[in-house]
């Protein structure tokens, strides 16, 4: 039932004359007890009535949502122009913090209310919120799951009394959508994403699969991955900074807990957040990115506070050494421009770990109230407190070197529409030409055998290089990789990366044969090819010889014909894709290439 909250006869008074409101200084959180989440309608009025009270805040409407509704950006900064653009002229470190992409984990939600208004008391009233700093909030990204609201959902976690549901209006995980984009959320989010160029990213969650005794558990984004002096400095400086601060405000951290049914105590390899999740991507473009995964047996309010005071932390470090990091990020942005090698598959480094301080509980066994057999349970009467072995290492298991530019056919739209969403540069041709290019030959893969999030993804590639001659037509793409998204360009590309296009079956009509034959009309044809090409005729003889069930196989061995022969198709199993690693030929360049990005929603539409 939606709950509704009466105004004091005074706080109606001082609205009548454009004073503060009382209610915009109280969020619905607070106003029921601090056991209640906002529900979406909720949350976007608090935010209007703080954009309408305060100068220093302001909310935009953005891209649409399979919801039909539109995503929200709140902006808070000093001077209250609220301008990503004018923010870059003004050098000022850009915070971007995302709420709800789980409903049913909405501590994120009713924090960052709380934390805008904060934001602008310490604009109005007592001048101390950072005047380098800039804050773009995403209030609810998942609105369909924030609008699909029970008290049934997440069975198991403690509080609010009612929140949404996990999966979006299409029933998909969004924190799964950020490379793929089968959602208009997906899509809006890497406009608003390119709008805001933040140079630290925030995704608030609620984690579950182990009980502890932390509030507070922290995802960054994998250190060795983003690398660097960027993966460097957050490994080795801003996240313990972090850890350090939340300590002395009471709340003692650890890394997000990735065990799933182990014993803590046995330690656990980080969390892997590949280009999928939204840390992942981010740190695709250069962005400190951080996940904060409060416990979701703890009480609400506690894990709202934490989520609040972790902000703020994060906050106050940036604000203190906000040159250090812009300074970081434009000298990995340099060096990338510069790096040949980029890995595209990862794998932990078991060797190598570090020790850290973890609040637990032990696992026992006991007979289930249920089935009357013995159950794993968290004995919280006895919490220990022990070291346990962080493996934080990750090295890469495939790597790649850098074309120096990229090729796509114009049919492949939905790759082209993908990448010029992430502000992906490129060119097209002006004319048609035969261009000298690397191109793949997908040799091998491991396709899901259960549908994954709308999709049944290609692993485990293997590919063939070869050096061919490939038609370019007028209109084709020329994508060069000396731009600021190389490194996106690079991983959707490359066929073998962890979350590539290929990955998410973008490619997939490749790998299926188009042309053929028909046995009894290419028996004769088959027969006079190999009188005309003896040496296929030894190929043959060969594979009959070591192949008994080939030997007595009629159809397989002229099918080995065929595939023998310039009748086969060639582009089955070639990934057009084309790599260049030369200028291209005959001074005819690429005409440049007039991109829209509109990213903002006019008001009027």
Known sequence: MKRFYKLPFLALVSICFSLKPIFAQLTPYEIHGKNYSATYEECIDYYQELDRVHACISMETMGMTDAGLPLHVVMVSRNGKNNPEIWKKKNMLVILINNGIHPGEPDGIDASMMLARDAARQIEETDSFPSNVALAIIPVYNIGGCLNRSEYYRVDQNGPEAFGSRGNS??????????????????????????????????????????????????TTQHNKLGGVMGEYLNQVFEPELYRDMKTKNYPMIPYVNVWGKDARTGWSEFFDGPRYSSGYASLFNVFAFTFETHMLKPYPQRVDATYQLMQSVITYSAEHADTLKTLRQLQIDSQLKQRIFPLTWSNDDTKYTELEFKGYPNKTRNS???????????????????????????????????????????????????????????????????????????????????????????????????????VRKGDYYIPLNQPAKRFIIEVLEPQAGDSYFYWNFFDAILVQKEGYSDYAYEENAAEYLLAHPEVQVLLNEKRQTDTAFAANAGAQLDFVYRHSPYIEPRHNLYPVYRINHSVQSGILPEKMKLKNETRVKEDE
Request: aromatic share 12%; proline share 6%.
């Open 170 to 219: 299409q029933n998909l995980d969004l924190n799964r959508d950020f490379i793929k984009c089968d959602s208009k959320e997906a899509r809006s989010f890497a406009e608003i994403f390119h709008w805001i160029q933040p140079d630290i990213f925030i995704d608030n969650h609620v984690s579950d699969g182990a009980d502890y005794q932390h509030v507070m558990t922290l995802a």
């Open 369 to 471: 109230k249920v089935s009357n057999l013995p159950v794993k349970y968290y004995d919280r009467n006895e919490p220990y407190t022990e070291n346990i072995k962080f493996y934080n290492t990750y090295k890469p298991s495939i790597s790649v070197e850098a074309p120096e530019a990229y090729i796509i056919p114009q049919g492949w739209w939905p790759v082209i529409d993908l990448l010029q969403l992430n502000d992906v540069e490129m060119e097209r041709f002006a004319e048609n030409q035969s261009v000298d290019a690397e191109v793949y030959k997908i040799l091998n893969y491991k396709s899901g055998d259960i549908p994954y999030e709308e999709h049944h993804p290609n692993s485990k590639t293997e590919v063939e290089t070869q050096h061919l001659k490939v038609d």
